[in-house]
């Protein structure tokens, strides 16, 4: 038992997924997921802004396997601050199947980042969503991603699509390969072609070190229908953007469950009818081996792609 107690209203991961109609392409990567603790095992950090069910490394590989992806990209959440252990365990555990992005503080020693390497780690994260973090100063992260490029590692950044003009000059300046997770959170109830995300395709256009995940339909929908009982066509809302990113950067884009879903306020989706949103943004077989296996290698498991 877990001595830590759930954010009031917090939604805990759906259990028994339906079994998706859509079959990902054989070597499909999940590229952004988590794990929480088990917290009496690997304790929530003091820092953090809600404290969640826990949803363990065996879940997370149970729900891969269910789901016919072949590996895991876990990505660290702010749950677990700048405390990589619970992580690093889950990739260490993997047989190989699964690679992380961490969080890291500029204390990190070369020695830890090594270790952090030899366990599976090729990036790291800048969160700048305000909810869930507080402030770091950029020169701090700007340090922290000229080391890590040494290492071949990439920067992960999370913000939302509002803030993005004033992160503009920063984020252009990171030396390294730069995965926006959930296409900086549009507002998908503003047109697909107005100003706000065309300031983000042209991020994409003018940097080709820039990547997106398509992921997190269920975080950014406004006017569902949600991922549930059956539901084929989800989030409708969301497929325009996500398709448009799609289409636009096939070779620079990654998908992700995003299980356990932190602080869904709404509804918590069914995992198989996630991925059965996949087809509807990612819309031939080519694209969708690109999306779902080729990039993911590409950027995770560089070793095992030839040529
Ligand atoms: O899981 C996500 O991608 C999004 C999150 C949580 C998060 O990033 C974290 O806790 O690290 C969110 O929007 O609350």
Redesign the pocket.
């Known amino acids: 038992m877990s001595e830590f107690t759930k954010t009031p209203g917090w939604l805990d991961w759906y259990a028994g997924p339906s079994q998706p109609r859509f079959q990902v392409p054989e070597g499909a990567v999940d590229a952004?997921c988590?794990v929480f603790g088990p917290g009496a095992e690997f304790p929530y950090a003091p820092e953090?802004?809600?404290t969640?069910c826990d949803a363990s490394k065996a879940q997370l590989y149970a729900l891969r396997d269910h789901l016919g992806f072949a590996r895991n990209v876990v990505?660290?959440?702010?749950?677990?601050g700048a405390d990589n252990r619970a992580m690093v365990d889950a990739l260490v555990h993997s047989g190989g199947k699964a690679r992380g992005v961490a969080?890291v503080r500029r204390s990190v020693t070369d020695e830890e980042l090594q270790a952090m390497h030899d366990a599976g780690v090729r990036g790291v994260?800048f969160?700048f969503?305000k909810?869930?973090?507080d402030f770091t100063p950029k020169d701090e992260l700007l340090e922290i991603a000229g080391r890590i490029a040494k290492l071949g590692w990439h920067v992960v950044i999370?913000f939302e699509a509002v803030d993005l003009p004033e992160l503009w000059d920063f984020f252009t300046a990171l030396p390294t390969t730069v995965v926006v997770?959930?296409m900086g959170?549009p507002d998908v109830s503003k047109p697909v072609d107005g100003p706000e995300f065309e300031l983000f395709l042209k991020f994409m256009r003018e940097h080709p070190n820039v990547w997106s995940?398509v992921?997190?339909p269920e975080?950014l929908s406004v006017a569902g229908p949600k991922a549930l009982d059956g539901e084929q066509a989800a989030y409708r809302d969301v497929v325009p953007f996500a398709r448009k990113v799609v289409e636009e950067f096939p070779d620079r884009v990654l998908w992700?469950t995003?299980w356990p879903?932190?602080?869904?306020k709404d509804h918590m989706p069914d995992d198989g009818l996630l991925v059965d949103f996949i087809p509807h943004i990612a819309t031939t077989p080519e694209l969708q081996r690109q999306l779902l296996v080729d990039n993911p290698m590409r950027l995770y498991w560089p070793e095992e792609v030839k040529g």
């Open positions: 952004h988590h953090r802004k809600y969640p990505v660290q959440a702010t749950c677990h969080t994260r969160n969503v909810r869930l973090v999370y997770d959930h959170r995940k992921s997190c975080r992700g995003d879903h932190p602080n869904l």
